[in-house]
């Protein structure tokens, strides 16, 4: 398959999903997509959050989309010691690739996070060398995530 028809494929299978499913069903499948991710990096967090090393704070934001409307969804906040803290933002449900992004920043740095499938997330990053890097969230690469970006 080349460039072209995976690329009318994946709008497709992106246009299908939003004609089988109504808008709500589609958002509110998203939203529990991101509390499900956002309880299983607080789990994660939770040794360093007793220590007093970390505070996690939730929080929501409103995103557009031109397939699902505006709507509200959860956000996370890691604050760190230092006047450091870490976002995790919801970007969109609909993206290439994807199932949905999170974008992950520490400022000036930034990570991003891609569904791949309903309960599977991977890190995306960019290598100047290698195009787009991913490995599968798991606790170990989130951690390694964490120390990139405070790092």
């Known amino acids: 398959m080349n460039a072209k028809e995976s ?3 994946t709008l497709e ?6 004609l089988s499913e109504d808008a709500q069903s589609v958002r509110n499948e998203w939203t529990d997509a991101i509390e499900d991710l956002f309880a299983r990096i607080a789990e994660w967090l939770r040794s360093a959050g007793d220590r007093k090393l970390l505070e996690v ?4 934001v409103s995103i557009s989309e031109e397939r699902l ?5 959860p956000t996370m906040e890691i604050a760190l010691p230092l006047p450091y803290k870490i976002e995790l933002i919801p970007k969109a449900r609909f993206i290439g ?7 992950v920043r520490c400022v000036p ?3 991003i996070l891609v569904r791949r499938d309903d309960d599977v997330w991977e890190v995306v990053e960019l290598d100047s060398r290698a195009g787009y890097r991913r490995s599968t969230l798991t606790e170990e690469t989130f951690w390694t995530m964490f120390g990139e970006l405070i790092g």
């Open 109 to 111: 740095k930034e990570k």
């Open 7 to 9: 690329v009318l494929q």
């Open 69 to 73: 409307g505006t709507y509200s969804v």
């Open 57 to 60: 704070r939730m929080g929501h």
């Open 97 to 103: 690739r994807g199932k949905g992004r999170v974008d």
């Open 13 to 18: 299978s992106q246009r299908s999903a939003v």
